[in-house]
């Protein structure tokens, strides 16, 4: 007996198979999802960059590094996308977004003030997603925006606010994030431009119980600070650790000290948009001479209302300290901030 092979049963059960029904069904439902993914091509770019489809986002970033390029005064519209472009989870837009990012900051347009919100935002999300990378190669990019972020910025209260929140992470790289980046910060910007303050507590309660890995970074933000403020730091760290980070912490602070013995000044590298500042913010007081900032702040939070001997050892300042301080050559103003 022959059988022809449309009438045999297909494996899973019942009668004869159509196939080219079967082809005509998949063509149908290839044209309908070819004609959606063109339609969501063709969305304004705010709604293509929160697109579903990857694809979908990289063509909006696309889109945006061409108005970037053509870009010749600064696009609030276009800004306001940045934090949505790098809430991204495709490894590949990720990246791409952010060299989109430093390529906006590196025309040099200022930041409205309305707008430096999003900076903050920014560095947030780099610190929380993208230093948090094995990578180094991601780690130093984070690190480069968030510093040009940063230089838009007319303060880091909030950034620094912002931080202090990520250490309470139980997310050890978040917590490893966020201490490196402080440190940067602080090392780049100096002690009056980066508020300390709000992060060195929290991290002086957890460096006793700390892995290893953590509570070195945790001394090394801590020596950072001496570096900026000297023995103000104890005030800081005086019977609040343990004996063993203590040592450790005091090796670091003769390492600097060996540098002050020389005159040392730290210097920051980099500086806000408002700010002049320069030489750091070790400037002891007696609480009834203190200079104001802009934000009505006092630049010593260590010393406010105490007396204090500065040239005690125990601070750093000795005689080579004050002839770089009394320099001819220096004006008189600078001569005055450093003092």
């Known amino acids: 007996m022959t059988t022809n092979i449309d009438d045999v049963p297909c494996a899973c059960g019942g009668g004869s198979y159509n196939?080219?029904?079967?082809?005509?069904?998949?063509?149908?439902?290839?044209?309908?999802?070819?004609?959606?993914?063109?339609?969501?091509?063709?969305?304004?770019?705010?709604?293509?960059?929160?697109?579903?489809?990857?694809?979908?986002?990289?063509?909006?970033?696309?889109?945006?590094?061409n108005a970037i390029t053509d870009m010749c005064e600064f696009d609030p519209d276009l800004f306001k996308l940045f934090p949505k472009a790098i809430d991204e989870p495709h490894a590949g837009n990720l990246d791409y977004a952010m060299d989109l990012i430093e390529s906006f900051l590196d025309k040099k347009y200022p930041v409205p003030s309305d707008l430096t919100m999003i900076?903050?935002?920014?560095?947030?999300?780099?610190?929380?997603?993208?230093?948090?990378?094995?990578?180094?190669?991601?780690?130093?990019?984070?690190?480069r925006i968030i510093t040009k972020c940063v230089e838009n910025l007319n303060n880091m209260d909030y950034l620094c606010e912002s931080i202090s929140t990520l250490i309470d992470s139980k997310n050890q790289k978040i917590l490893q994030s966020a201490i490196g980046v402080s440190t940067n910060l602080l090392s780049q910007f100096g002690s009056t431009a980066f508020c300390y303050t709000s992060i060195l507590p929290k991290l002086v309660?957890?460096?006793?119980?700390?892995?290893?890995?953590?509570?070195?970074?945790?001394?090394?933000?801590?020596?950072?600070?001496?570096?900026?403020?000297?023995?103000?730091?104890?005030?800081?760290?005086?019977?609040?650790?343990?004996?063993?980070?203590?040592?450790?912490?005091?090796?670091?602070?003769?390492?600097?000290?060996?540098?002050f013995k020389e005159g040392f000044v730290p210097n920051p590298t980099n500086f806000l948009n408002s700010n002049t500042i320069n030489f750091g913010t070790f400037n002891p007081t007696n609480g009834n001479n203190k200079k104001k900032n802009k934000n009505n702040k006092s630049n010593d939070?260590?010393?406010?209302?105490?007396?204090?001997?500065?040239?005690?050892?125990?601070?750093?300042?000795?005689?080579?300290?004050?002839?770089?301080?009394?320099?001819?050559?220096?004006k008189w103003k600078e001569k005055k901030d450093m003092l």
């Not at 069904?25 to 697109?51: G, T, V």
């Not at 935002?121 to 180094?136: A, D, F, R």
Request: glycine share 4%; with cysteine.
């Open 19 to 65: 196939f080219e029904e079967l082809i005509a069904k998949q063509e149908a439902e290839y044209e309908k999802q070819k004609k959606l993914e063109e339609a969501e091509f063709n969305l304004p770019l705010n709604e293509k960059i929160m697109s579903k489809n990857w694809k979908c986002r990289k063509s909006a970033l696309e889109d945006m590094s």
């Open 119 to 143: 900076l903050n935002n920014i560095c947030k999300v780099l610190i929380e997603k993208c230093y948090t990378s094995s990578k180094q190669g991601m780690k130093d990019k984070a690190m």
């Open 205 to 259: 309660k957890i460096v006793d119980n700390a892995s290893p890995l953590i509570k070195g970074q945790i001394c090394e933000f801590i020596a950072e600070v001496y570096k900026w403020i000297r023995g103000g730091v104890y005030t800081f760290i005086e019977n609040k650790v343990k004996v063993s980070v203590r040592n450790d912490l005091d090796k670091l602070f003769n390492a600097q000290s060996e540098r």
């Open 301 to 330: 939070v260590v010393f406010d209302g105490a007396e204090v001997d500065v040239f005690n050892n125990k601070f750093g300042y000795g005689e080579k300290f004050c002839e770089e301080i009394l320099k001819p050559e220096r």
